[in-house]
């Protein structure tokens, strides 16, 4: 995608509104705008119905029962609220919580704040260099102390696919809960609640052509009852999440979801031919590089790759204004600390520091990647 100067390929930090999930909105904006929760109207009665139906295209799309899928602010609440709707549920049942070791910061700091506040241990599963759970270093985790295991489905830095159906059922079977972030897995994997056998799963509109300031929680049925819910005030959404609902929002949510659901093969093939003419094109120009995280299965819309001998951050100041790409997660940009996620995986910090993240999308094509391999080899080069 360009604009103005710029080549965006940075799709795993956030993708761009599809238009007709824009123009699904606007009526929801502009005209059914009214509170979704006043009922004793037909306008509130509307864009009630709207929520609803949006809810129920969400469900439908990840196997979950319309009743089963609580909106958030997107996947950052998504997952405090499962980590913390757990730990304070059970509290005083099980002591242990198991989190990757590659979890996105809002696990992995929720999991920290409330473990700490709430007395349980929490543990971080190791992972290969791939990225995936070391398989070994998990069943000896899994004990019966154990009451929540969180996994991501796809790594947002390096695009690694968990195998999260098999670390589920492994998980069940010493009786403990398991959360899936499932906010990268879109443009990857199929996501299917039932087939993985989670209990939880987040998810975020603006990794799927959604917009900014939404997401939803599954939270399976059977544990409605024990989950204390984050956000309280007017019992919105069954007790489970307090607050107006913003009616457009959750209307383009499921116009995303409907999207992708319909498009989603052919969305994944052309992530495929992008990054294979990625590398292609790097090999064509004899830049040095080596892959991060797992060859297959993986995100291919996520290429995270080091680029040896060169300094990844000044390559991409170099590279202003034309290409946005990223040195780390978005949320941890403006640090310049090298990436935990790549640490993990066994990258010395110097690999790290050469390692850049160029994510693509619909809007990628082959022109945008020569224009953007032609700028980066002259730098490197000369
Ligand atoms: C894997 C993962 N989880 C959670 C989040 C947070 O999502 P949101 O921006 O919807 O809060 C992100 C966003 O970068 C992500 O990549």
């Known amino acids: ?36 929760h006043a009922s004793q109207y037909s306008l509130g009665q509307q864009a009630h119905n709207a929520c609803i139906s949006a809810q129920s295209v969400i469900a439908e799309a990840i196997g979950a029962m319309a009743n089963e899928i609580v909106f958030t602010s997107g996947a950052t609440e ?79 830095e390096i695009g690694t696919v968990q195998q999260v159906a098999i670390l589920a059922e492994q998980a069940h079977n010493v009786g403990a809960l398991v959360h899936c972030d499932a906010a990268q897995a879109a443009d990857a994997v199929d996501i299917d609640v039932m087939d993985w056998g989670v209990d939880l799963l987040s998810l975020s509109a603006h990794k799927m052509y959604g917009p900014k300031g939404i997401g939803a ?39 995303a ?15 495929r031919q992008m990054s294979a003419f990625f590398l292609q094109s790097l090999d064509d120009k004899n830049i040095s590089y080596r892959l991060n995280g797992a060859k297959s299965p ?48 066994g990258l010395s910090a110097s690999q790290a520091s050469s390692s850049i993240r160029f994510s693509f999308g619909q809007g990628t094509d082959a022109s945008q990647i020569e224009e953007v391999i032609h700028r980066i080899n002259q730098i490197v080069k000369f």
């Open 298 to 345: 993986r995100h291919f819309g996520n290429l995270n790759i080091e680029l040896i001998n060169i300094d990844a951050e000044s390559l991409l100041m170099r590279l202003q204004p034309y290409v946005c790409a990223s040195t780390g997660s978005a949320c941890n940009s403006g640090f310049l600390a090298s990436s935990y996620v790549l640490k993990m995986t």
């Open 78 to 156: 998504a997952n405090n609220q499962a980590v913390a709707g757990v730990l304070f549920g059970y509290k005083g049942k099980r002591n242990k919580v198991l989190i990757s070791a590659i979890e996105h910061k809002c696990v992995k700091e929720a999991a920290a704040f409330y473990g700490k506040h709430l007395g349980y241990h929490i543990e971080e599963i190791p992972v290969l260099s791939t990225g995936e759970i070391d398989p070994i270093a998990y069943s000896r985790m899994l004990t019966e102390e154990v009451l929540l295991v969180s996994v991501m489905a796809v790594n947002n």
């Open 217 to 255: 929680l599954f939270i399976d049925a059977s544990l409605h009852q024990d989950l204390p819910a984050l956000i309280r005030g007017g019992g919105q959404q069954e007790g489970l999440r307090s607050g107006t609902l913003p009616t457009p929002l959750c209307v383009g949510f499921s116009k």
């Open 1 to 36: 995608m360009r604009i103005g100067d710029s080549i965006y390929m940075d799709y795993q930090a956030s993708t761009p509104v599809d238009p007709r999930v824009a123009s699904a909105m606007i009526p929801y904006a502009t005209e059914i705008f009214a509170n979704p």
């Open 257 to 271: 979801v409907s999207l992708w659901v319909a498009e989603k093969e052919y969305r994944r093939e052309h992530l």
